[in-house]
């Protein structure tokens, strides 16, 4: 009898045991992080927001979290259809949302005031606060060599540029390519211009061909979906003019791409939940990851580069890579405006925004 109660009173404490396990199980599941990332374009573009996408995939595929995100929210940056988004997000009570894009550093900080309790993270921002960091991946590092690669190769001397929105970041990494170029080849003349929308094909190959026009042989692109219609007009020249891409490697693309500032955004997407996830997100905090690591930020070259010309992009990258050379971030000049074929002064923009 006695060895029968023992056996029972065993059994029922393994039982115990398995159901506390059974228990803490359930209750590591339910306490599995929870994060939700904003793209604000079209995250199917091949560039900027597509990076978003894919940080995205490497978060649910590498990391225990449990991790969602929007798109497709506004091809022109609209702040306050951002701010609406975010709140969206924060009312469904994800432990942390990340925003892709500096456009979104406004937005970001409204929300944040209002739900204290949620930290938030801006890629390729420059916010940070008590609930609030920014992760920045150094795009101006390879705008900046881009800028020399179009000024080391142009043979008209007239190089372009054509972006979308106007969030710091593209605009510092405008400046970056000016720089470059100038540094290279102060004679040369640059033609830039924000076309108000980064997905829109037919306005940013209008753009595209009013450069080519007034004599651009080089165009550097800093586009979403909208580039597919600058790589049409540029193919249409037959090689007359090249194209240089930014954020992935475009000249495996196309032909027509001369080069490519990578800058690949997803890396830091991926980088804020992994600190998250392992207890080394801090707030009030900017991240950077620059051209000291290639894999994430470098000039890509296509195969027909020089080799002299190669050449001296390594040794130009070496140089920024030193702190030997300092970036220009701030483009004082004037815009190209492809309706009329002049050039106006920066603030005309102002107007494309209402």
Known sequence: MKKRIILLLVIALLGMVAFVGCAKDNQAKEEKLKVSILIPGNHNDGGFMNAAFRGYEQVKKELDVDVDYVSNISATSDPKVLTEALRDLAEKGPDMIIAHGGQCNGPVQEIAREYSQIKFVVIQGNVKGGNVSSYVVLQEESAWLAGALAGLTTKSNVVGHISGAWPNPGLIGRAAFYDGLK??????????????????????????????????????????????????????????????????????????????????????????????????????????????????????????????????????AKKLENGEITINKKYDGKEFHPETGNFVDQSFKESLKK
């Open 183 to 316: 540094y290279v080849n102060p004679n040369a003349t640059f033609l830039t211009w924000f076309t108000g929308n980064l997905d829109d094909k037919a306005i940013n190959a209008a753009a595209a061909d009013a450069e080519i026009k007034k004599g651009a042989d080089v165009i550097y692109t800093m586009l979403n979906a909208g580039r597919a219609g600058v790589v049409d007009t540029i193919k249409a020249t037959n090689g007359k003019v090249r194209h240089i891409g930014n954020v992935s490697d475009w000249t495996k693309v196309d032909q027509s791409f001369i080069g490519s500032a990578v800058a690949d955004s997803s890396v830091a997407i991926f980088n804020t939940v992994k600190d998250f996830v392992e207890g080394n997100w801090e707030n009030s905090k900017i991240t950077t990851i620059g051209i000291k690591m290639p894999d994430v930020v470098r000039l890509s070259l296509a195969a027909d580069v020089p080799k002299e010309i190669q050449d001296k992009i390594a040794e130009l």
